[in-house]
């Protein structure tokens, strides 16, 4: 079993900052690809930014130059810098990490959520 603890959401002003972290902890060999998705009300799912073991990123459009996914393996944690935030950005926030897990191979594990709220 893999658990992932996030923190750091919260209620911010437009232009202003915020750090998600996430941190694995359980039973895994080792951690392929760590991610971030978002969900606003109504809408769907979506990816937001993903850091490959190696570094090598992706990010959504409409956040690229804005966010920045990093992780540090030591610790099993997975980080979203989020800056210049939008209104448009609020939504509950997920980390996602696909590990290599003893007796089950590849799997994938969502955390529960942080809320991020953006104000104009």
């Known amino acids: 079993q893999v658990r992932l603890m996030e923190s750091g959401g919260g209620l911010v002003q437009a232009g202003e900052s915020l750090r998600l972290s996430c941190t694995a902890s359980?039973?895994?060999?080792?951690?392929?690809?760590m991610a971030w998705y978002r969900q606003a009300p109504g809408k769907q799912r979506e990816l937001v930014a993903t850091?490959?073991?190696?570094?090598?990123?992706n990010y959504l459009d409409s956040v690229r130059g804005r966010f920045t996914i990093s992780r540090d393996d030591a610790k099993y944690a997975v980080f979203l810098q989020m800056n210049n935030l939008k209104p448009e950005d609020t939504a509950a926030y997920y980390c996602?990490?696909?590990?290599?897990?003893?007796?089950?191979?590849?799997?994938?594990?969502w955390g529960q959520g942080t809320q991020v709220t953006v104000s104009s």
């Open positions: 996602k990490v696909n590990v290599v897990a003893p007796g089950l191979g590849i799997q994938d594990y």
């Open positions: 359980g039973y895994f060999y080792s951690i392929n690809s």
């Open positions: 850091i490959i073991r190696g570094g090598s990123t």
